[in-house]
C-alpha cells in the first residue's frame, strides 16, 4: 500500500511539473568520457594555450582568462579583456566545455565546432584581437614549433592547425574523480552525510535539478532568472564601450540606449529571450567564483540565498522560480553538495617560453 502511496506522489509531482511548463528532468549521472584526442596535438594544445605570441600584441594568452589555478577561470567578477579594453561578463571555466551544445552566456557559437569557438576566442576585438595569418607567421619563427608541429599536425604552423591543436588540448581539460561520480556509481561514502542531505534537496525542496540535470549538471537551455546589474558595466567607461561595441556588432536593437546585458536576445533579437542566459554546469563550481553571467554574486552561500528569494526581479523571468523557505541547515547543506561536484584538481603548468631564432631562408 506504502509503495502505491509513494508512487502516486511521484506522479502528482510530475504533473505538477509538466503544468509549470518544466520539462522532467535528466537524472543525475557519472560524467560520460570523450573521445580522447590525439597526445601530440593535446600536447601541442598545451605549449599554445600559454603561448603570449597568439595575441595581437603578444602580452596575453588562453590562460590570462582561464587559468588552470583559478579552476580555469580568472576568479573575476567581470573578465578582463585585451589590453586597453575590458569586459561585461565573467569569464567561464573551460572545465567540460568539449560536452557543451552551446558556447558563451548567450549561445551564440555552436559546442559542436570547438574551432570556431577558439577561432572567435583569437580575433575578437576584446578577446585576443589575434590576426591567423601573423600567428601562423609568428610561430614559425620559432624552430621549436615548427618541428612540433610538424610532428603532431603534418605541417609547419599554420591558422587551421593552431586551432585544431587547441581543441585537442580543451578537450583533455575534464572532471576527474569527482566524489559525485563514485557516488552514483555505487560508493555511498564519497558523499558526506550533509551533501547527501544536499542532494536530496538538490533534487527535491529546492528544485535545482529542474535546470542542473543531467552528467552535466545543465539542461543546456536559457533561462531568467532577474540577477542584478553589475553596476561596474555601465559606471566603467572601457567595460561600457565594450558592451555597447559587442551589442551593435550583434545588432541588437536600441543597442546604445541598452541599461541591461539582455543576453540571449541580442542573438535571436526575440523579446521573450531577453535576460535569458545559459544553464552553466555545477561540475567544479566550488573552484569557479564568482557566479552568475556578470560576477554579481561572490559565493556559493550567495547563490544559494539568491535562489532561496526565488531569484531576482525581471519582466521575463522564469516561473520556476519561487521562494524555497530553506531553513540555515538547508542550505548549508545544499552548499556541502555542490562541494563534492569538484573532482581532483586539473593541474596543468605553463611550459617555458620558446623564443624566436634567425632562420636560413634558401638553399645553401
Known amino acids: 500500500m506504502n509503495r502505491f502511496l509513494a508512487l502516486g506522489g511521484v506522479l502528482a509531482a510530475a504533473v505538477l511539473v509538466l503544468a509549470a511548463g518544466a520539462a522532467l528532468a535528466e537524472p543525475l549521472a557519472p560524467l560520460p568520457a570523450l573521445k580522447a584526442p590525439n597526445p601530440d596535438q593535446a600536447e601541442l594544445g598545451r605549449w599554445l594555450f600559454f603561448e603570449t605570441k597568439l595575441s595581437g600584441d603578444a ?33 567561464q571555466t573551460i572545465l567540460n566545455a568539449a560536452h557543451y551544445r552551446r558556447n558563451y552566456w548567450d549561445g551564440r557559437m555552436s559546442g559542436r565546432d570547438m574551432a570556431t569557438l ?83 534537496l538538490f533534487q527535491g525542496k529546492a528544485g535545482c535539478i529542474q535546470c542542473h540535470d543531467g552528467a552535466l549538471l545543465s539542461d543546456q537551455k536559457f533561462h531568467v532568472l532577474g540577477v542584478p546589474e553589475n553596476p561596474q558595466v555601465f559606471q566603467g567607461p572601457l567595460r561600457h564601450i565594450s558592451f555597447r561595441r559587442f551589442m551593435k556588432t550583434l545588432g541588437a536593437p536600441n543597442y546604445d540606449n541598452l541599461r541591461e546585458d539582455v543576453g540571449l536576445a541580442a542573438v535571436t533579437k526575440e523579446p521573450q529571450d531577453r535576460g535569458k542566459f545559459r544553464t552553466p554546469s555545477l561540475r567544479e563550481v566550488s573552484r569557479t567564483a564568482p557566479y552568475m553571467h556578470n560576477g554579481s554574486l561572490a559565493t556559493l552561500g550567495d547563490v544559494v540565498d539568491f535562489y532561496d528569494r526565488g531569484g531576482g526581479a525581471h519582466p521575463n523571468k522564469s516561473p520556476l522560480l519561487r521562494p524555497l523557505g530553506l531553513s540555515d541547515g538547508e542550505k548549508k547543506a545544499l552548499v556541502a553538495f555542490l562541494e563534492h561536484l569538484a573532482g581532483d584538481p586539473v593541474v596543468v603548468e605553463a611550459p617555458a617560453p620558446l623564443d624566436y631564432k634567425l632562420r636560413t631562408l634558401g638553399k645553401n
Open 118 to 200: 577558439v577561432r572567435d576566442h583569437f580575433t575578437e576585438a576584446h578577446f585576443m584581437q589575434a590576426d591567423g595569418r601573423l600567428q601562423a607567421e609568428r610561430l614559425k619563427q620559432v624552430p621549436e614549433y615548427d618541428e612540433r608541429f610538424r610532428k603532431a599536425m603534418g605541417g609547419e604552423p599554420s591558422f587551421g592547425r593552431i586551432l585544431n591543436a587547441l581543441v585537442a588540448f580543451v578537450g583533455t581539460v575534464t572532471s576527474r574523480n569527482a566524489p559525485i561520480d563514485r557516488y552514483l556509481r555505487g560508493e555511498a561514502g564519497a558523499l558526506s552525510p550533509a551533501a547527501q542531505e544536499g542532494m536530496r
Open 59 to 91: 602580452a596575453i594568452s588562453c590562460a590570462t582568462c582561464h587559468d588552470p589555478r583559478k579552476g580555469w577561470g580568472d576568479g573575476k567578477s567581470l573578465s578582463t579583456g585585451y589590453p586597453g579594453s575590458e569586459y561585461f561578463r565573467n569569464s
